[in-house]
């Protein structure tokens, strides 16, 4: 069975860094693209950036480019999220997603979520 | 402002039918596949239609997609109370080289 787990819920002060993680199983996890997900309060999804684990390439959003970094280390099945220095305005939930492609493309599989609060 | 369009909300009664639209353009929906993704309360986005009609295992088969030029369409048929949640479809981008979503459609069930 494929899955996602990602790391656990996080409260930060602003101008703080963090890393958040989403661990895969269950297929081979270097050959499938992980997309980042940001979804805000009460809002919708939006696309921060996707990875490659078996070469790290990688694509950013140009809404988060320069704002966020992506990684991954294909030895442990993990891929990450982080910021040097966090803002208020980065509090949200934060979903990793593996991306199918046979042709088309979809998110298949998804993470449970990570909740970020970013408060004074 | 979200690249593709949904309605905010869409409500119905249980057992009626009810459509999701999401419009887009000819570099996302018009040349690659829609998906859409139900998101339950609290809990993370849930594939539900893929490559415009397609369904995972396990969905039920009152949800049903279609595309047509630069629109698509998620139907659900015999509603439930359970089927409450939000929806999004989605779409690659040639123009960005990455998924464009909708803004979200949230179904209230009457």
């Known amino acids: 069975e494929v899955q996602l787990v990602q790391s656990g819920a996080e409260v930060k002060k602003p101008g703080e860094p963090l890393k958040i993680s989403c661990k895969g199983s269950?297929?081979?996890?270097?050959?499938?693209?992980i997309i980042w997900v940001r979804q805000m309060p009460g809002k919708g999804l939006e696309w921060m950036g996707i990875i490659f684990p078996d070469d790290s390439d990688i694509r950013y959003s140009p809404s988060f480019q320069g704002q966020v970094t992506i990684s991954a280390d294909k030895s442990i099945s993990t891929a990450y999220l982080q910021w040097s220095s966090l803002k208020a305005s980065d509090t949200a939930t934060y979903y990793c997603a593996r991306l199918y492609y046979y042709g088309s493309r979809w998110f298949d599989s998804w993470g449970q979520g990570t909740l970020v609060t970013v408060s004074s | 402002q979200s690249v593709l369009a949904q309605p905010p909300s869409v409500s119905g009664t249980p057992g009626q039918r009810v459509t999701i639209s999401c419009s887009g353009s000819?570099?996302?929906?018009?040349?690659?596949?829609v998906s859409w993704y139900q998101q339950l309360p609290g809990m993370a986005p849930k594939l539900l239609i893929y490559?415009?009609?397609q369904r995972p295992s396990g969905v039920p088969d009152g949800f049903s997609g279609s595309k047509s030029g630069t629109s698509a369409s998620l139907a659900i048929s015999g509603l439930q109370s359970e089927d409450e949640a939000d929806y999004y479809c989605a779409a690659w981008d040639d123009s960005l080289n990455g998924p464009v979503f909708g803004g979200g459609t949230k179904l209230t069930v009457l």
């Open positions: 490559s415009n009609n």
């Open positions: 269950g297929y081979n996890f270097a050959t499938y693209w």
């Open positions: 000819s570099s996302n929906i018009g040349s690659n596949t």
